[in-house]
């Protein structure tokens, strides 16, 4: 059971929990913190936490808003760095650069596995990146098989994700992560949103996890769920630790028949450090060996493998999500058929002194370009950072996880604008020319639609919802298409304006765009182009250099900022 150190006279009166039907056989899944605390920036959120959990236990971490019991859970876990103290697995303590190994399984609240493709498709992609290098395709597919048999969702191996009931999802979750078959698991809230007969399936199974050696720790707020538990940890307002030992110790400690009561007398009597003092009284000072080193962990698979299992399954996920598949395709035909509408047949040819059309047309191809890439972008990452933070805690490489974004939209970015230059030519917006010239107009618009991509899934890594995604477009496109050159010459804007359109892929994109359409020529002939000056001089290939370092260097940042979000650390919000 949980090591209280508690008083003799007062471990003596308190009844014991009921053992498990099943014999706890596994050796490893020891927990201790040992002084645990945690900073949100000038406020502390958890004070001196300390406690010891045993192997094959059930623990359930409660106490009201703004406690801390999910800011604990993380730190015991792994996935969060505390702020003092320290925590140890099987009396190693974890490394604060460390991510946790393979016998650790964590279950968030959101979904970590992706909700468009059949069960049993999610678990076997699941699977290939997270069971060892090595292991073939049937092996992972046999771990799959089994563990949906063990969760009874065997007969639900076809249906979408989305289409399981909310008990079935989270046992889905937790599908995911016992592949491994980790010695500890931890779950943040797994009965939430569930009726109380799913909540009773769902507290049963992790039960059963118990009897066969797997420690279980997790968060929750339902009194029906911590009578289930083997040991409940009381926290109070601020993260102070109130108690810590049985379902039938705590109703003796706090005086109470009902836990929830347990809840109003923490709100209600004393302060939070109050409560700490007495439970620091109830018990006897102790702690735990400290070893040095790291959890023993699994190798995952090569990047290179990785890349593609990720490939295959983004482009699983994309052919099976229709609306994202619409908003894809629907995009680039809605520009073209606007593009059309806009301008004349033949506006290439000269019309007079005063037409300016070659030129606009050329920019609104080139925005196009970038727009395309951007959409693409902005969709990829925000909807499923859950699944990424876990499987980049279980060994994956988040420069796989990009490359394979890129790899995928890439081809759809190419037919794309393949498609808008062709039919632009068809309908007489685009002049007639050679195979080189639209070779090149393909190339330029290609080269600034991966930059686009790349800003976008940088977007996409940085913001924290779909609404924040949404934001994140208006404000990304506004200064393409104001310093991009073509609304205001270059060499017409103020400095700050010059200064920032040397940034702008857009305007990279354009000057390339106006270049293999020879529109240098129509600057020299027409007095209404002669304030684009030289925009349109120079050679094409330095700009598609240059739209190439752009995406280099968005694809690196998105890299660092998912890396930077996933690492253990005291920041976030609880």
């Known amino acids: 059971m949980m090591e209280l150190i508690s008083d003799p006279a ?21 927990i201790d913190a040992v002084g645990v605390g945690q900073h949100a920036g000038r406020r502390q959120i958890l004070h001196e936490v300390s406690l010891s959990i045993q ?19 993380e730190i015991l876990a792994g996935v969060r760095a505390p702020s003092a103290g320290q925590v140890m697995h099987d009396g190693v303590r974890v490394d604060a650069s460390a991510t946790p190994g393979s016998g650790i399984g964590y279950v968030p609240q959101d979904d970590i596995i992706h909700v468009e493709m ?20 049937e092996q992972a597919g046999q771990v799959v098989d089994e563990t949906m048999g063990d969760l009874d969702l065997a007969d639900r191996h076809d249906v979408p994700v989305r289409m399981l009931s909310g008990g079935q999802r989270k046992r889905a979750s937790i599908a995911a992560e ?7 698991f931890f779950l943040d809230e797994p009965t939430s949103g569930l009726d109380p007969s799913t909540s009773a399936e769902v507290m049963h199974l992790l039960r059963r996890l118990t009897r066969r050696g797997v420690t279980v720790i997790l968060t929750t707020h339902e009194p029906a769920a911590i009578d289930r538990c083997d040991q409940v940890v009381f926290l109070t307002r601020n993260g102070y630790l109130a108690f810590a030992g049985s379902p039938a110790q705590a109703r003796q400690y706090f005086g109470v028949d009902d836990l929830a009561d347990v809840y109003r007398r923490l709100a209600n009597e004393g302060t939070p450090h109050a409560w700490a003092q007495r439970f620091e009284a109830y018990r006897l000072p102790g702690k735990p060996p400290v070893q040095t080193g790291r959890p023993a962990g699994q190798h995952s698979p090569g990047v290179v493998r990785q890349w593609w299992l990720l490939t295959r399954r983004n482009a699983d996920v994309l052919v099976r999500n229709r609306l994202t598949l619409a908003i894809l395709l629907g995009s ?6 606007m593009m059309s509408m806009l301008f004349q047949p033949g506006s290439f040819e000269r019309r007079g002194t005063a037409d300016v059309s070659p030129v606009q047309i050329v920019f609104w191809v080139a925005f196009a370009g970038f727009f395309f890439g951007l959409t693409y972008g902005l969709l990829q990452i925000v909807g ?17 996880y990009v490359a394979a974004k890129i790899a995928v939209l890439v081809p759809l970015l190419i037919v794309v604008a393949a498609v808008l230059l062709g039919v632009l030519r068809a309908l007489d917006r685009l002049p007639a020319a050679g195979l080189a010239v639209y070779a ?43 310093f991009a050159g073509a609304v205001v010459p270059a060499a017409s804007m103020a400095t700050p304006g010059r200064l920032l359109s040397l940034g702008l892929a857009n305007r990279y994109s354009f000057e390339a765009l106006g270049r293999a359409l020879r529109l240098d020529q129509l600057t020299r002939t027409l007095p209404t182009m002669r304030a684009y000056g030289d925009t349109f001089y120079g050679t094409v290939a330095y700009r598609w250099l240059l739209l190439a370092g752009f995406a280099g260097v968005f694809a690196l940042a998105t890299v660092w900022v998912l890396r930077r979000r996933s690492l253990p650390g005291p920041g976030g919000r609880r």
């Open 10 to 30: 007062d471990t003596a009166t308190a009844s014991s929990p009921a053992a498990p039907a099943e014999t706890v056989t596994a050796a490893r899944g020891r």
């Open 55 to 73: 192997p094959g236990e059930m623990v359930a971490l409660v106490g009201g808003s703004g406690a801390g019991k999910t800011t604990l859970l």
């Open 118 to 137: 059949p069960l049993r498709r999610t678990l076997q992609y699941a699977a290939r990146l997270r069971l060892p290098a090595g292991t073939s395709a």
């Open 178 to 184: 016992l592949l491994t078959q980790p010695r500890t």
């Open 332 to 337: 680039p035909v809605l520009v073209t058929v």
């Open 384 to 400: 499923e950072q859950a699944v990424f933070r876990r499987e980049y805690r279980s060994g994956l490489s988040a420069g796989a």
């Open 440 to 482: 090149s107009l393909l190339v330029t618009l290609v080269a600034e639609a991966v930059s686009a991509l790349a800003l976008g899934l940088l977007a996409s890594a940085a913001v924290s919802n779909s609404a924040q995604a949404a934001l994140a477009l208006p404000m990304l496109c506004f200064p393409q298409v104001l």
